[in-house]
């Protein structure tokens, strides 16, 4: 079963620009998670979004969310080399206790 | 160190061929998860366990099989059954399993192949 859907489904961008990706869910949650994964690699989280919350910060990232829309953004800025990756986000429901990912965005950082 | 870890980080079977794929972690976390993933795809639920002896089936646990006889260890055994087993296999653990609030600590995933 699929919740999230992160959109775009592939990003690429200038160094040192900003990088904006989506996701949407379809149901009520809890909380809202994202994760990045370098290639070939398991997933590192990044943060954790609440569903009473509207917008969090950590270092560069920037993480909203709109419950009216059942959407979330995860902004990176000013981006580096080293954020090529690949960015999920992961939705906890209020009535089933897994975590559910969504397919991702693959971000490319050009130099 | 704390972590999570998995071994091998590549491993090869032949058709027909039942293969176990090793979890261990020193996190003392209660819950603990195994994933698939598919090229360019998210992460697909295959087995959880919530706490030592108790397993339950993810979304796409046909083909698979697990065992939880210590906190710490959470194989996947990965049966001939499994129509379509080449993939990659994504650990995971968390202080609870609740969707809630936890967050889940991945393993550095193993590449299984099928020749």
């Known amino acids: 079963s699929q919740q999230g859907e992160e959109d775009p489904q592939a990003l690429s961008i200038q160094e040192g620009e900003n990088a904006t990706m989506n996701c949407s869910y379809k149901t009520s949650i809890n909380n809202l998670q994202w994760y990045r994964q370098n290639s070939g690699r398991g997933l590192v989280h990044l943060i954790l979004i609440r569903s009473n919350e509207r917008e969090k910060h950590s270092g560069r990232l920037r993480v909203t969310l709109d419950t009216s829309k059942k959407s979330s953004s995860l902004l990176i800025t000013a981006s580096r080399a080293a954020d090529t990756a690949s960015y999920f986000c992961?939705?906890?429901?209020?009535?089933?206790?897994?975590?559910?990912f969504g397919k991702g965005t693959r971000l490319h950082i050009l130099p | 160190d704390g972590g999570i870890t998995q071994s091998p980080k590549y491993l090869f079977r032949k058709e027909g061929q039942n293969v176990t794929l090793s979890c261990e972690q020193n996190?003392?976390?209660?819950?603990m998860y195994w994933y698939r993933q598919d090229p360019g795809q998210g992460l697909r639920l295959i087995y959880y366990s919530q706490i030592v002896n108790d397993f339950q089936k993810g979304d796409i646990a046909e083909g698979y099989s697990v065992s939880r006889e210590k906190k710490e260890s959470f194989p996947l055994t990965v049966t001939s059954a499994q129509k379509n087993p080449t993939a990659f296999y994504l650990c995971a653990s968390s202080i609870t399993l609740a969707g809630s609030t936890d967050t889940q600590y991945f393993g550095p995933g193993t590449r299984l192949t099928v020749l």
């Open positions: 996190l003392n976390h209660d819950a």
């Open positions: 992961a939705t906890g429901q209020n009535r089933d206790d897994k975590i559910i």
